[in-house]
């Protein structure tokens, strides 16, 4: 389309909600490249700030950069100081010269995205530890991101019982990813685990319908969809077996988006397992409605909502969320905190029995400036963090695996005694 055509369109898509959108030929081209996994640019995963953020509500925020890509190694200077790398909470204010205080999510990642050696400046604002806000700006040259739905370090045994899977997010082949990760587990001889879905912004419909499969019974509703043609109504099921059936919690926060609220939503509504949240009062995100992405045979594409998602037991996602059985107590400055400290996943030494050490080899390192100056070190800072989110849901699978125990030694002796009379 021209130009003039291109700007109507574009005008009429805003009056109908935040998620649909148009694509010219090439953003059409990048959008479809996002879903694959691997495309160029910075190497972060940003969302939408919820509307009740605690500061800067509807901005675009940084929500995870990913480890060794641009994102992680772009530098700023203000004030002689030098601040390096994204961090999450970050808010994106500017992209080039243009702000991004009404662009949707979709159109910051067409901007955010191009060439491998070309580059882009972005402005972030961040609030410090000391409490005041400063903004960032950053030129940073985009590479070729190969997103890794899980990484190896997310996939472990906590103890001798429980396993742990983070997954990032629902690519193309994250089922693959998740159903490698499980059998890896059930061989180390797991039998209950926490699957985590923190900071999951979601993705492609498909995967997550794929991977609530690898849990709940065939033929079990999987998700309904209530489109505006009554016509086009649909309801997923589960085609396949189970998995797995051994016992499941599954950790969330207010970023889990989309894809991850199918998940957490199949999961609960079935009592395959049960929802950990952070904080009480804290839902998932809320974000379920449904975009279908038409292409146009000029190449371009048209991205319109055009259904909303709602769980096995009718629950509406969209802009409620999926409220958790449970809560812990990490709010949102611990999980930053957890996070900036690469401690999501951890448990302090011996928090659970048979528990597997997740302390560092020590190291014979040199002296530090902080140590010099009698200064606390960035560990001495974080030593006292742990991930409470994982240890509630341990606690909770622990005794759940209690009473199958007790309840499997009572069928015993209730065989025994039956077959003595």
């Known amino acids: 389309p021209s130009s003039l055509m291109e700007g109507a369109i574009f005008g009429m898509l805003q009056t109908l909600d935040p998620y649909s959108q148009y694509f ?73 010269p243009e702000s991004t205080r009404a662009m949707s999510q979709d159109q910051a990642v067409d901007k955010l995205k191009g060439p491998p050696g070309t580059t882009v400046t972005i402005q972030i604002a961040r609030r410090l530890p000391e409490g005041n806000a400063v903004l960032l700006d950053f030129t940073i040259e985009r590479g070729l991101i190969s997103v890794p739905p899980i990484e190896d370090d997310d996939i472990k045994m906590i103890d001798d019982d429980l396993g ?19 059998k890896n587990l ?30 709940v019974k065939r033929g079990e509703v999987v998700l309904y969809v209530d489109s505006r043609n009554d016509r086009d109504d649909e309801t997923y099921y589960s085609r396949e077996d189970p998995l797995t059936d051994i016992p499941l919690a599954v950790l969330v926060n207010n970023n889990s988006a989309s894809a991850s609220e199918i998940v957490a939503g199949c999961i609960q509504d079935h009592d395959r397992g049960l929802i950990v949240g952070p904080e009480p009062g804290v839902n998932t995100y809320g974000k379920g409605s449904v975009q279908t992405v038409i292409k146009m045979e000029d190449g371009s594409g048209l991205k319109l ?32 905190n957890l996070r900036q400290a690469d401690k999501v996943g951890y448990l302090k030494p011996k ?36 991930d409470k989110q994982l240890f509630l849901a341990a606690q909770l699978l622990h005794a759940k695996l209690s009473d199958q125990e007790a309840g499997a030694a009572a069928a015993t002796a209730d065989a025994k005694s039956g077959a003595k009379k």
Request: hydrophobic share 35%.
């Open 305 to 336: 909502t055009t259904a909303l998602w709602f769980t096995p037991s009718r629950q509406k996602i969209h802009k409620n969320g999926i409220t958790p059985n449970a809560w812990s107590d990490v709010n949102w400055e611990y999980w930053l």
């Open 164 to 182: 742990y899977i983070w997954l990032k997010d629902f690519t193309s082949h994250a089922h693959e990813a998740m159903e490698a990760a499980i």
């Open 351 to 386: 928090m659970l029995r048979s528990q597997h050490t997740q302390e560092p080899d020590g190291k014979n390192t040199d002296v530090t400036v902080e140590e010099l100056l009698g200064k606390p070190s960035k560990e001495d800072q974080t030593k006292d963090l742990y």
């Open 186 to 215: 059930k061989g180390q001889g797991m039998k209950g685990l926490i699957f985590d879905l923190r900071d999951n912004t979601g993705g492609l419909l498909p995967v997550a319908i794929e991977i609530c499969e690898m849990f």
């Open 24 to 96: 010219p030929p090439q953003e059409y081209k990048k959008f479809n490249e996002a879903t694959q996994g691997e495309f160029g640019g910075l190497g972060i995963r940003i969302n939408l700030a919820r509307p009740d953020a605690i500061w800067l509500p509807g901005w675009l925020s940084v929500v995870e950069p990913i480890k060794n890509t641009p994102s992680t190694r772009c530098k700023a200077v203000l004030d002689g100081k030098e601040y390096v790398g994204l961090q999450p909470d970050d808010r994106i204010v500017k992209i080039g």
